[in-house]
């Protein structure tokens, strides 16, 4: 096996074997030292917890409810953040002049905003959904107008000396050099997506895995707890896997899905 098929699969390899000897060194550590269970639960009393919680429908339709609100947040959040990307991209002028709201937007605590949009669109999921799309939006547009930006002058150069219209240079020229930072955007805005999902249903809400996390805390089930945070978890990691396989499916020539050339 050559380096470069090593490093494919060397993630499936280590991270499995270490997340083991971790939850072994966790469960020797916390019977060794008589931890609380209220306060550290041991993995095996975490897992045998994961398995009672996914035996529940209601845990089910927790886990639908937020991967519902996951998906719609990230997909307005990632169409909003190409459109404008693009047309900031496009107009220097528009860009320079919205430029200063942009930048006090992005840097506005989102989470402060949960009590308003609760106000102005009650506790189901708009909410959760806004906040989530609010979040994905910044990373998507800002990677989109680097895109946009980073063209080479002699490319268009080039473009514009074969009399090539707008929708050619932008389908052949802008396009290519716009998707791997489209893309690069999109895997930051998925884990903004679900943190920003998480939160909101943290904060104000009657269902979904945020939800269930603020009852196990309520009920002090600290077992339960970290169940729902592993499911929150593997939730994430599932959301992250779709993007970064779909983006080996858009993307395929570009240096950033097979790794560095040099590999191998």
């Known amino acids: 096996m050559n380096r470069k098929k090593l490093l494919k699969v060397l993630p499936w390899i280590t991270t499995p074997g270490l997340l083991v000897v971790l939850f072994v060194i966790w469960e020797l550590s916390v019977k060794a030292l008589d931890v609380s269970p209220l306060i550290l639960p041991p993995p095996s009393m975490i897992f045998e917890n994961l398995g009672e919680l996914l035996a529940q429908p209601t845990t089910w339709d927790n886990v639908r409810v937020t991967v519902i609100e996951i998906v719609l947040g990230f997909v307005a959040g990632v169409l909003a953040g190409v459109i404008v990307g693009v047309i900031l991209g496009k107009l220097p002028l528009v860009e320079a002049s919205v430029r200063p ?22 506790f189901g999921m708009t909410t959760k959904v806004i906040i989530a799309g609010l979040l994905a939006f910044f990373p ?15 490319h268009r150069d080039l473009m514009q000396s ?12 802008e396009y290519k050099s716009m998707m791997p930072h489209v893309f690069a955007g999109m895997e930051t805005a998925i884990v903004l997506a679900v943190i920003g999902t998480i939160v909101g249903e943290y904060l104000g809400g009657n269902e979904g895995l945020g939800y269930m996390v603020v009852k196990t805390l309520n009920e002090l ?21 779709i993007v970064t396989s779909f983006k080996r499916v858009a993307i ?11 590999v191998g």
Do not use: C
């Not at 709201?101 to 669109?121: D, G, R, S, Y």
């Not at 074969?162 to 050619?168: F, V």
């Not at 395929?252 to 040099?262: A, F, I, T």
């Open 162 to 173: 074969i009399n090539a219209s707008r929708w050619q240079t932008f389908r052949h020229l």
């Open 252 to 262: 395929p020539w570009h240096e950033s899905v097979y790794g560095r050339k040099d």
């Open 140 to 154: 998507v547009m800002l990677n989109v107008l680097l895109g946009v930006r980073s063209v080479e002058r002699g």
């Open 101 to 122: 709201l942009i930048i006090a937007l992005e840097v506005v605590p989102k989470v402060a905003l949960i009590p308003l949009f609760v106000i102005w669109f009650g």
């Open 221 to 241: 089930n600290a077992p339960a707890l970290f169940a729902v945070i592993l499911m929150l978890a593997t939730v994430g990691l599932i959301m992250y896997f």
